[in-house]
């Protein structure tokens, strides 16, 4: 029989256009029947994962249209399932300044940064990224539905792979072009 079991405490206040979110926490994940998922064996494993730490973020808004935002966490998980170590990160943070130009355009900018991630049973760490995203975007209400036309160009400062050592790109920038249409 799965169980989980998580405690935490946590603290939200709004003081002006100042937003602040902490919160400890520690979660048991135990007999999980749908564990980790291995993709070499295609198989699933069923194990014991423990994850404790925390997180903060702080939002600010100096005007309506204007938002920034600020993330941190620290975060620990033991488990001998190596693939829950790898895709976790141990310190990773955020920062995002986003400004509505208009009621239809909008841009925004953030860095994200995951420090200590993909450990291996030694502790070690094999990767540290880096990523800066920059995007445009236009939104436009017809009748019922929603159509959104964005632009996006994500950067990797580091120069290192997202996840492992052989997922790195010949080219540092990435770009794409969305079209969705929200009904």
């Not at 169980?3 to 935490?8: H, N, T």
């Not at 979660?27 to 029947?33: G, K």
């Not at 036309?149 to 792979?161: G, H, K, L, P, T």
């Amino acid at each position: 029989e799965e169980r989980m079991r998580a405690r935490e405490v946590g603290y939200f206040g709004l003081h002006g256009p100042v937003e602040l979110d902490v919160r400890v926490f520690r979660e048991s994940l135990s007999n999980l029947q749908s564990g980790a998922f291995n993709a070499q064996r295609m198989e699933v494993t069923s194990n014991d994962i423990e994850i404790q730490g925390w997180e903060t973020q702080i939002a600010w808004r100096p005007h309506a249209r204007h938002l920034l935002r600020a993330t941190w966490n620290r975060r620990q998980i033991d488990t001998p399932i190596r693939t829950e170590r790898r895709f976790s990160t141990k310190h990773s943070g955020s920062a995002l300044w986003s400004w509505q130009i208009t009621d239809a355009w909008y841009t925004a900018t953030a860095f994200y940064l995951a420090r200590d991630y993909n450990r291996n049973r030694a502790g070690t760490t094999d990767v540290s990224y880096e990523r800066l995203v920059n995007q445009v975007g236009w939104r436009r209400e017809l009748s019922r539905t929603q159509l959104h036309i964005r632009a996006v160009n994500e950067y990797n400062v580091s120069d290192d792979a997202e996840f492992f050592p052989e997922g790195v790109y010949d080219d540092r920038n990435r770009y794409w072009l969305e079209a969705a249409l929200r009904f």
